[in-house]
């Protein structure tokens, strides 16, 4: 049988909790920033970073679960280049980069 280390087992429980607070929002969005909460602080104590995925699931100021329709916006700034989430809680905008596929210089 294989053991798992710590960080693994961290790792995997951040993860149920991101699905958790997704699963729980509509029906408590008080609980779904609590299990956020509760993935960042695991991660912080076994030094894990986050995924870009789960990274853009909260808000980096007031650390609720965005959920898009609900409580934030998401839009794309071709001007910027880059993908904009909006907070409805705080207000606080959020800026994720994207750029087009590069093109072969064939």
Known sequence: MKELSAKQ???ERIEILFNLAK???NENP????RYVFIARKIAMRFNIKLTKEQKKKFCHKCYSYLYPGKNCIIRTNPKTKCVEYLCKN???????????????KS
């Open 90 to 104: 705080c207000g606080k905008k959020t800026r994720y980069g994207y750029s087009s596929e590069s093109k072969n």
């Open 23 to 25: 699963e729980i929002f």
């Open 30 to 33: 008080k609980f779904a920033d």
């Open 9 to 11: 087992i961290a790792k």
